[in-house]
């Protein structure tokens, strides 16, 4: 069984078996945490939409930050950790491959923004956090910078093709408009995704109806975010 509470805009906590994962927490009540069970923190970048030094209050047993979120003396003293918190950072690159638990492998795919997209394997389950790796395509925007745009989106996200992965959370940002469709429809016609959480929403959380409204035949495999705080028991027999 997995619970997945939304925390806020693209935070979320993802309790598996035998490990809990936060993602890009930086707004919104975290939930007690389970005791006893181990905690990987994950920062995609350093955006304040998706990172506060708050963080590293919290006993986790890993950070796994994006490749933007340096370690310098300076930041450290800035985030108030301490050498030993500091040790259990992991800055990633784009394309790394870790192991910070026993059973647990994080991979790195580069963004189109800043930072990394994380792709977790655990308790036999692949669950993918894509932070700002997304198709941005904003309207008045220089023609060849969202061509840029499209090829960069396409070539990060081409290692995915044909994986599962049982829980995608997947920016589907109503800035964009229509466009802001292209991402997630593209996420789910190369990858296996079982379900998909959005998210980046602002608040706006009408626009997954419009994107189903264009695409019903994404219905079975997105799971609607209706507010903060919200969560999903998603059972293994459900996928």
Known sequence: MTRVTFLDHSGFLVELPTVTLLFDWWKGELPALRPGVPLLV???HRHEDHFKP?????????????????????NLEKWGLSEEKAARCVRLGKHDTVSPLPGVTVEAFPSTDEGLAFLVTANGQSIFHAGDLNWWHWEGEDPGWNRNMEVNFRRYTEPLRGRRIDLAMLPLDPRLGEDGFRGPKHFLELADIRRFLPMHQWGDFGFTEKFLARYPEFAAQTVPVSREGQSFIFKEEDA
């Open 42 to 44: 994950f920062s995609s």
């Open 54 to 74: 708050e963080i590293f209050t919290l006993d986790a047993d890993a950070f796994l930050l994006g490749s933007d979120l340096r370690l310098t003396p300076r």
